[in-house]
Each structure stands twice: as structure tokens, then as C-alpha cells.
């Protein structure tokens, strides 16, 4: 049984990409109407879309949005593809981090290049892709919501940190997926959602898209896990992932080293869930991923009010690694992976 969501973050209409402006949330809810790369760029960087696999299938959207601004300019193919390229490249450096992005580029360059056709029909094969991959990201989220159900205990007191949604996806979520599914099967789990400081996306995201969906959810601040977890009142931990590499080894919205640490000490399982496409089987370990820097406004202003000296000094990763050896499973669509990573990625990659 699945427990369906309401919310679709991104979706292609048309000529557009019609995206959740998750800046304004949870105060006001909106959409906006993507229509350029630039746009998307845009879109990207101020986080309106945010979430690896979001943030994949809006590169996608950009590629299309891009095709269909530059076959107003050409008709020759390969000067077409040529600024198809440079377009893309342009839209992978929104954002640093999540690997689903260039994947999802990647993915559409590679489309534009295989066609046989002429460019309408390159541009038409390329809005039917993304569409194909919304879809897509759908199942393979519900997939792994069921693997991950599976080992939730009853009654089990489940945290999460940043959002790893519906919001951070298509729809359904992975992190939160996994609890979706779980509560179809058992009410009495209860959610922690973890404020995640700088940017507040699990007070802001998480509570909220929970509570639109029924599940109730209990808020605390960054540093209060360790205190529940000793009273036993957490019994795992599953959060999202933006890159996964080749040994496990998984970058995170900041904080998430942190949880995995306390997990650790206090014996309770650390689960990561997250679409094969998150694993960059091209990077060895987490010391290869990219940290994006982010501006230190997020840390020293809270709603637009300053909320520290004006003299103090900031430094604003975006992301930490958990290193495979904190991490009990990989929750993917094709099950659970578990150390030794190394082969249990090479082999859940296989065929894929
Ligand atoms: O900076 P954000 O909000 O894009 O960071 C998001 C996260 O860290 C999520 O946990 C991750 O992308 C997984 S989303 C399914």
C-alpha cells in the first residue's frame, strides 16, 4: 500500500516548468511559471526549486527551455547542439553539490545528441523526456518507500533532518517517502523533524508538507537530538542524500554528520534514502565531493532581521559528508543497500 501525497513540486505544462516557490512556504503557497534557462538558473541557485532529485528534474526542464529558445535562432543541427551544450553547462553550475543535476542534464544531452531527426523533433523528444522522468522519479521514491517501510519498528520514533520530500522531489520524497509508506502501515510511528538550520527547510518544508498529508510530526531544533535519543524517545534516523560516493560515504544538508555521530553513540540505526541517481560512482569518497558555499546572510539574518553582531565572522557550508562507517543503510529502488557499499553500489549499479 502507498500513501499518496498531494503535492507535485515541479511539472512541465506546455511551454513552461510549473515549479512550488518554496522561498515563501510555509507562509504562502505558490507557484511559478519557469520559462527560460535563465530563469532556471535562477530557480536553482535561490533555492525557489531545492532538493537533489527537485533540482535534477529542473536541470532537465532547463535543457528543454533552453532547446526551445535556441531553435528560434538556428536551423542548422549541429549549432543547435553546440549552444545546447553551453546552455547546459551553464545550468550545472546553479548549483554544486547535488550530483542528480548533472545526471538529469547529462541525461538530456545525451537525448538531443541520439536523434536522428530534424531540431522540432529534438525539441519535442526532449519535453517528452522530462516528463518521462517526472513520472519516473514518482515511482522510483514509492519503490524505495516501500523498502524502507520494511524496516521501521513498530511505534518507532523516526528523525529526519532538512527535507528529503515530496517537496525535495516530484512528489512523495525519499527520506519521507520511507515514512510515508511506513505510517500507511503504522499510525503510531512519530516523526522528528529537525529545524535544520541555516535555511529552516525542516521547520519550514518538512512540517509543512507532513502536515498537509495528515502525518503528524514533532519539531525540535538542531542541537536537542542527542537529549531524545537518550530518553529513547528516537529509534532511527533517515535522511536524504545529494551525493552518494563510490564507498558510501554521503553528503547531506549540514548537520547531517552530526545526527549520524549521535546515532552512532547511541546504538540507533542511520538509514540514507535515495534514487541510484544520487550515487557518483565517478568519485571514490566523500572528500571528493563538492561543498557549496552559501552566502552569510542565511546564517546572520532569520525572516530578514539580523540576529548576531554585524562585526562577526561567517563561514556557510551547505552540506557535510557522514562517512560510510556511520551509515547502517542505503534505502534505493532496488532495496537496501549495506556495507561493504563499495559492493553493494558496484552491484546495485549493475543493469541499472
Ligand atoms: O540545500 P537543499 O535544501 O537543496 O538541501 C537538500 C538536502 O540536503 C536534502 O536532504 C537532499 O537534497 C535530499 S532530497 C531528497
Known amino acids: ?20 516557490n518554496q522561498t515563501v512556504l510555509p507562509y504562502k503557497f505558490e507557484t511559478v511559471d519557469i520559462k527560460n534557462v535563465e530563469e532556471m538558473y535562477f530557480a536553482i ?10 533540482i535534477g528534474i529542473a536541470g532537465a526542464h532547463g535543457v528543454t527551455l533552453a532547446a526551445i529558445e535556441i531553435a528560434k535562432t538556428t536551423k542548422d543541427k549541429d549549432t543547435f547542439l553546440k549552444e545546447l551544450k553551453k546552455q547546459a553547462d551553464y545550468l550545472n553550475s546553479s548549483r554544486p553539490t547535488a550530483v542528480n543535476l548533472n545526471w538529469a542534464i547529462t ?5 538531443a545528441q541520439s536523434v536522428k531527426g530534424d531540431i522540432k523533433e529534438i525539441v519535442d523528444i526532449l519535453k517528452e523526456n522530462g516528463k518521462k522522468l517526472e513520472n519516473d522519479d514518482i515511482e522510483i521514491n514509492k519503490r524505495l518507500g516501500e523498502y524502507g517501510a520494511d524496516v521501521v519498528p513498530k511505534g518507532a520514533g523516526i528523525l529526519t533532518h532538512c527535507n528529503a520530500g515530496a517537496l525535495a522531489t516530484v512528489g512523495y520524497g525519499t527520506a519521507l517517502g520511507v515514512i510515508r509508506s511506513a505510517f500507511a502501515k503504522d499510525s503510531s510511528i512519530k516523526v522528528f523533524a529537525d529545524e535544520t538550520r541555516p535555511r529552516q527547510q525542516g521547520a519550514r518544508l518538512t512540517t509543512w508538507e507532513l502536515t498537509q498529508d495528515g502525518i503528524p510530526v514533532t519539531l525540535i531544533t538542531d542541537g536537542m537530538c542527542s537529549y531524545f535519543m537518550s530518553k529513547g524517545m528516537i529509534n532511527m534516523v533517515i535522511t536524504g542524500a545529494d551525493r ?15 545526527v549520524a555521530i549521535a546515532a552512532k553513540y547511541h546504538n540507533i540505526p542511520f538509514y540514507i534514502a535515495a534514487p541510484l541517481s544520487t550515487i557518483d560512482i565517478s568519485i ?3 572528500s571528493e565531493i563538492p561543498i557549496e558555499e552559501r552566502s552569510s546572510e542565511e546564517v546572520t539574518h532569520i525572516n530578514g532581521n539580523w540576529i548576531c553582531s554585524k562585526d562577526v565572522n561567517i563561514i556557510n557550508p551547505g552540506f557535510d559528508v557522514t562517512p560510510n562507517e556511520l551509515i547502517t543503510g542505503i534505502i534505493t529502488e532496488k532495496g537496501i543497500l549495506k556495507p561493504d557499499f563499495k559492493i553493494s553500489i558496484e ?3 549493475k543493469n541499472n
Request: glycine content about 8%; proline content about 2%; aromatic content about 6%.
Open 1 to 20: 500500500m502507498v500513501f499518496e501525497s498531494k503535492i507535485k513540486t515541479i511539472e512541465w505544462i506546455g511551454e513552461v516548468s510549473r515549479i512550488i
Open 45 to 54: 541557485k535561490d533555492m525557489i526549486i531545492r532538493g537533489a532529485p527537485a
Open 107 to 111: 541525461k538530456q544531452l545525451e537525448i
Open 244 to 258: 552518494i560516493a563510490a564507498n558510501g560515504d554521503t553528503a547531506n544538508k549540514i548537520g547531517t554528520y552530526t
Open 284 to 286: 571514490k569518497s566523500g
Open 347 to 349: 552491484k546495485a549499479l
